[in-house]
């Protein structure tokens, strides 16, 4: 094959290896020797530069020829935008070795040894009483959310099961249904009106997460705040959903 001289000073290619299985788009000055350029693909393919070999591939994946001389320069060689460079190992290594990082030794520390650290962000957050190692805020938090609770459960203690409601969440347009379920769930924290809509507007069939609450169709269920819940007289409305 005919080696050429190109003028352009970098060109972007993809590297891969006989080492690992994906792909790397790189730009590369065209200036390199193959012998330096080998050097920097170490960094991208984890093989030795001594034990590579290069192949030329085009745009089209057809195979064009060996980078196989070390002071060519690599833009004498017919590489341009969207080629492929290929790097067979020849040290020994198994396809893949270096992308398995269960073989690489973690460092490890015990909770002892941690706490006894004095720059890590454990010791940061206690001496400047941060996050949970603030007592007083933590309080705070803890009987805001126990206020929080209460109040729900007083609301949802108004709210019985099998009545007719109105669901005005904010935003959204007020939906109609029956109420189905009330109580504390566990997919959330707090309780929970579990509400059977007249019309296919909700997100479930009265199950989430495997577990049932009631028995609705799909997407006629929903779960929603009991402060949002308004209960009393609300006839079926024809939504004209059925309609073509």
């Known amino acids: 094959m005919e080696v050429t001289g190109l003028s352009a000073p970098t060109v ?9 299985s994906f792909r790397s ?6 200036s390199l020797t193959i012998a330096e350029f080998k050097c920097k693909l170490e960094l991208v393919v984890g093989s030795p530069a001594s034990c590579m070999e290069l192949e030329l591939y085009g745009p089209d994946d057809k195979f064009y020829s060996k980078l196989d001389q070390e002071d060519a320069l690599l833009g004498s060689y017919p590489v341009d935008d969207g080629c492929r460079i290929h790097v067979i190992d020849h040290s020994g290594a198994r396809l893949g070795e270096y992308e398995d990082v269960s073989k690489v030794e973690k460092y490890q520390i015990s909770q002892e040894a941690y706490d006894q650290r004095q720059d890590s962000v454990r010791s940061f957050l ?30 949802a203690s108004a709210i019985p099961v099998g009545s007719r409601c109105e669901v005005r969440a904010p935003g959204q347009p007020p939906r109609r249904g029956t109420v189905m379920y009330v ?19 909700g997100k479930n069939d009265g199950s989430v997460n495997g577990k049932r609450y009631f028995e609705c169709q799909a997407k006629y269920g929903a779960f929603v705040k009991p402060s949002v819940v308004i209960v009393g007289d609300f006839p079926e409305e024809d939504y004209g959903l059925d309609e073509m």
């Not at 972007?12 to 690992?20: K, M």
């Open 12 to 20: 972007t290619v993809f590297i891969s290896s006989s080492l690992n």
């Open 25 to 30: 788009e790189k730009r590369y000055s065209r």
């Open 183 to 201: 109580g504390l769930t566990d997919f959330k924290p707090g309780y929970w009106i579990g509400v059977r809509y007249d019309e296919p507007l």
């Open 126 to 155: 206690k001496r400047s009483k941060l996050g949970r190692y603030n007592e007083e805020e933590r309080a705070q938090q803890e009987a805001e959310a126990t206020q929080r609770l209460n109040e729900e459960k007083t609301q």
